[in-house]
């Protein structure tokens, strides 16, 4: 019986005929046509819509298992990176073992792109790529779900309703990443708290640290064992500039102001697409230390892992222009003043808390990345 069937990753084995499906889903080539066609005339959708049909049913016959698909994926990967980042770097990533099924608990900045720059180093220096942690509320559209769990994305049942069922979703999420690790070996990124982090602080949901716990718990493995067994690496992942910037602070913003804040039905397919596409500067993804000591309760873990992601966080020089800004100082840095020049008014202080939020956290703990 596999129990995990509903959540886990596509098997080598079902790769062809969910690839099949999609190119066989309007939706999905209509996506791709907007995507890559934004500035085309209406007109010509459906002739587009035919040709990308086409290509993609030449390209996915040659594609029979997970691995090659993630080879593809990595060339897509290569050319986002020559078009929208000024340099990729890599910390830390010397301390990882070949073979090892590591549990990479990160800060969350992009839906997207987070676990893609890890997976990519990961990949560079010959290790085993991530099966990746993904909350159902992005798989509004069937086609995401299929791309994503090709990927090796196992899905977060978090809208499920009820306190019996979510604590089944939760046991059942912890039996798969605990199965994973200790059993396969496998590699898996979370992050670190539900949604993105949008005014750039960074903090450990306990709730996930105790999720963690659950499978082992059955097991009666003690707390400090059962976490040293998952082998849980912090990872700081920093961008210079957030192609979503403006759209996080508007979301902050209008919260703030109104209460509330209602997302557009496919929000976050369009955040995965500016993400992706959107100018990035230099990434910095910081690997950090295995914490392999002691850690008696969820509340120490948090602490640890914090300590390691506010620590290693790489500061970019957009952090120090917006603190100095924020200050009412000036920047010395003629591109961040430009790129700000093009902040809405109402949301230029949210943006500058956002970019400097990274910096101010690392002062006020006497921490410092190096």
């Known amino acids: 019986m596999d129990q995990f069937h509903d959540i886990r990753p596509y098997n080598d084995d079902e790769v062809a005929g969910v690839l099949q499906n999609l190119v066989n889903t309007p939706d999905f080539i209509d996506t791709i046509v907007g995507f890559k066609f934004t500035k085309w005339p209406q007109w010509t959708r459906g002739f587009l819509a035919m040709v990308v049909k086409h290509v993609l049913q030449k390209e996915v016959r040659k594609i029979n298992d997970v691995h090659a698909f993630q080879m593809q994926v990595a060339d897509y990967m290569e050319r986002m990176i020559k078009t929208t980042t000024s340099n990729v770097e890599y910390r830390g990533i010397e301390k990882l073992a070949k073979n090892e099924g590591y549990l990479f608990l990160s800060n969350h900045r992009d839906i997207a792109m987070d676990p893609a720059f890890v997976n990519y180093g990961l990949y560079l220096n010959g290790l085993d790529t991530v099966r990746i942690a993904i909350g159902d509320n992005l798989l509004r559209r069937p086609f995401v779900s299929d791309l994503m769990r090709l990927n090796k994305s196992f899905i977060v049942k ?4 009820g306190v019996r069922e979510m604590m089944a979703a939760f046991g059942q999420l912890s039996d798969y990443i605990t199965h994973s690790l200790t ?16 005014d750039g602080l960074d903090q450990t949901d306990p709730a996930i640290i105790k999720m963690f716990f659950m499978s082992q718990k059955k097991q009666k493995v003690a707390f400090p064992e059962a976490m040293q067994n998952l082998k849980i690496v912090p990872v700081s992942i920093s961008y210079e500039y957030d192609p979503c910037a403006f759209d996080k602070a508007r979301e902050l913003h209008e919260k703030s102001t109104t209460g509330s804040y209602q997302k557009a039905e496919f929000e976050d397919i369009d955040s995965i697409r500016k993400g992706i596409v959107g100018r990035k500067g230099k990434v910095i993804v910081t690997f950090g230390d295995v914490i392999d000591h002691n850690c008696a309760t969820p509340d120490e873990m948090v602490a640890e892992v914090d300590r390691q992601i506010i620590g290693s966080y790489a500061i970019q020089s957009t952090n120090e222009a917006a603190l100095k800004m924020l200050n009412g100082e000036p920047t010395g840095d ?6 700000m020049t093009t902040c809405p008014e109402e949301l230029r202080e949210t943006v500058l808390r956002m970019y400097a939020n990274p910096l101010i956290q690392q002062q006020e703990r006497g921490l410092s990345s190096h």
Do not use: T
Not at 183 to 189: A, K, M, T
């Open 183 to 198: 059993q396969e070996h496998c590699n898996i990124w979370i992050a670190q708290k539900e949604g993105r982090a949008k």
């Open 334 to 339: 003629s591109v961040f003043d430009e790129y």
């Open 158 to 161: 978090r809208s499920v309703n």
